[in-house]
């Protein structure tokens, strides 16, 4: 055999090797389901359907799982992250690391991890980079946009567009607490506590590509502007809800050293 035969040969095998790992790395799953109820699809990037039918089902890089009416999953991920998908809610699992939110309502928890890399989740307007964190996202009822309420954690909420216009309100929780050790209610305290409740309600507005969530506060996406404010108690509900679904999962997931 020449030298030319023999380079050629040689230079041919490392192609083949090198590809048949690029196809191994694809097929290698992302994910995989752990609990499901209900009619569920998982599309492929090829737009290949099929449906959930057993525990530890696959999940790739690229599918997009897609609960239909009155269907729950949870799937845990290879990165850290564990997912429970309520009904009529759709996430893609794009590379490691990467989620992004396409509808419904979706919980999210991820474990801190220490020298990895960054984990996020994008939804139309904005991209969330994850701290350790655990959260919901959903539709906003009756409008566009969405909703994060953050339970523990923090989020770094960044604008895949212009500038967020931002509205906060001021939290009443310290104050609120306070009165409610007192004994005795006074006209005249009730009368403060009106005042300094009115004053605490006051928006305040500012204009950022990014900023910091932190847990037990909820925001209010609709296009770039934001509405940020205390959790309520039907997102505290939310989250009772979907832990409640997924209990024994969710603690086993949290035990595990990533």
Known sequence: MSNFNRSFFAALCLLLAFSFTAVADNLKPRGKVL????DIEIVSAAGKSRKVNAVNEPVHENDTIVTKSQAKIVVQFDDGALSVLDEKSRMRVEQSSW????????????KKVFGGPPRHVRTANATLGIRGTTFIISENPGQAGESVALKEGLLEVKSNGPAFEIHRQKQLDEFAAFKQEQEQAKQAMEDEFAQYKQDMQKEFVEYRRQFLLKSNRVII???YRVDEAAMSDGSKKDFEAFEAEAEEII???RAEKH
């Open 35 to 38: 609990k499901y109820s209900g």
């Open 99 to 110: 989620f992004s939110w396409l509808g419904g309502k979706v919980y999210f928890t991820f």
């Open 221 to 223: 996406l609709s296009g």
């Open 251 to 253: 603690r086993a997931f």
